[in-house]
């Protein structure tokens, strides 16, 4: 990547003067001069320059002022600012870096500690530029993501209100066409932003880790710096609380990195709870169907219950996958939607011959008896006008149907129900 030429603003009275810090600047650098403060303010405005480098004493308007009103202006308020002058006084100094200033050098200056401020100052302004420029295109692919993810809410909530205008049998293939499709579609949608955004966090990570590792060396060269050199540092760097920002950076960038690679898994699990592809049976255990079920489901249990699994060897059944990713999130979801306090569900796997059984336990509410025999009855919903199609367990039934199997239910009001899934092996060999 090619690197922009860096701009420095000298701002002093004297020619003289600006001759001599004009030669301070490194060849790469563009130097720019104004005679007064004025003008100076002017040219800041204009070419917007990396560093500043200002005099105290000039007629007219002296560097205090002119620092002050390049800090009140939002224009060039993030322009660092170094004082170079002959006030030497401690309260000069004082002044001069509560009105914004990064740094107070003083006449007679040593031209290689003051050329070597300058480099720093520019390397970090350099730095901060691109972590800008980093942090303000993740903002955009966020934006993008935000912008995707309510045009999907809006696709699904279309769906679901063509889905209640046709009878229950061509909606159950309509929606389990829809939500095959619409999970490829986000797994596609958001595959690409997030390949950006991982890729931008690394690079990030990449450009934050150089940084910490100048600030290193910067100090390690400091140490050796005269002892009030080494506390002008040392203001500096608590005014802007800079090992938190340093250490604070770090650790938001990893905490970046590992939503990323979380939103790669979702993504993955999308594709796989699909199975767009596989239209025909396929050879598939029961048990890895609840598992990409569950992945998915994931968030919406979060602190609504602990997740116990039971688990034991079973032989792989013929089957659609995806309608059994269907019907193992059905399950789940309505286990959690069950519970009136966190709890507790129990996901049991077991081959009782002549089945390959499922279980989902829930330490939920319970279903009252009265209503045990409707639950498998299209658009039958104990949930508020609104919240609930009354389809997930008809659908559910349909698809057990389908593959010759059972869907039992068992409850007990205010401890719980379990809904077993048992297909026989027998079919799918």
């Excluded at 809006?154 to 205008?165: C, F, G, I, L």
């Excluded at 919903?381 to 593959?403: C, M, Q």
Aim: hydrophobic share 40%.
């Amino acid at each position: 990547m090619v690197r922009e030429t860096q701009k420095i603003l000298v701002i002093d009275d004297s020619p003289v003067n600006l001759e001599i810090l004009s030669e301070l600047v490194n060849d790469d650098c563009e130097v720019l001069c104004a005679l007064s403060g004025e003008d100076g303010i002017g040219l800041a405005l204009r070419v917007h320059p990396d560093l500043i480098l200002l005099d105290v004493m000039m007629p007219v308007m002296d560097g205090y002022e002119v620092c002050a009103r390049l800090k009140s202006d939002p224009l060039t308020r993030g322009i660092p600012v170094i004082f170079i002058t002959a006030l030497n006084q401690e309260e000069d100094e004082t002044r001069g870096l509560e009105l914004g200033a990064i740094d107070y050098v003083t006449k007679p200056i040593n031209l290689p500690i003051v050329r070597a401020r300058i480099r720093n100052h520019l390397e970090l302004k350099r730095t901060e530029s691109v972590l800008q420029e980093r942090t303000e295109l993740l903002l955009r692919q966020q934006q993008q993501l935000e912008a995707l993810n309510r045009e999907l809410e809006q696709r699904v909530a279309t769906e679901v209100k063509k889905s209640r205008e046709k009878d229950q049998a061509l909606m159950q293939r309509e929606k389990m066409a829809s939500i095959g499709q619409l999970a490829a579609g986000v797994a596609h949608e958001i595959n690409n932003p997030m390949g950006f955004i991982s890729a931008n966090l690394g690079i990030l990570a990449d450009y934050f880790d150089r940084v910490v590792r100048f600030d290193r060396i910067q100090r390690e060269i400091g140490i050796a710096a005269p002892p009030e050199l080494r506390q002008v540092i040392l203001n500096h760097r608590r005014s802007l609380d800079l090992d938190h920002l340093l250490e604070d950076g770090v650790n938001l960038i990893y905490e970046s990195l590992g939503g990323a690679k979380r939103v790669k898994k979702i993504i993955e699990d999308l594709k796989s709870f699909s199975h767009v592809d596989q239209a025909e049976k396929a050879p598939v255990a029961l048990s890895s169907c609840l598992e990409s079920a569950l992945n998915i489901c994931s968030s919406q249990l979060s602190g609504v219950a602990t997740i116990r699994k039971e688990y034991s060897p079973v032989p792989e059944l013929l089957c659609h996958p995806g309608q059994l990713n269907q019907l193992f999130l059905n399950l789940l979801v309505n286990a959690g939607q069950a519970m009136v306090r966190p709890g507790e569900i129990v996901l049991r796997c077991w081959h009782g011959a002549p089945f390959v059984c499922v279980s989902v336990s829930d330490s939920g509410r319970g279903i009252p008896e009265e209503l045990r025999e409707r639950i498998f009855e299209p658009f039958f919903t104990t949930r508020d006008v609104g919240r609930g199609t009354g389809l997930g367990l008809s659908v559910s039934a349909e698809i057990i149907k389908n593959h010759q199997g059972e869907l039992l239910v068992e409850s007990v009001v205010g401890r719980g129900s379990t809904f077993t899934v048992r297909i026989p092996v027998a079919p799918c060999r």
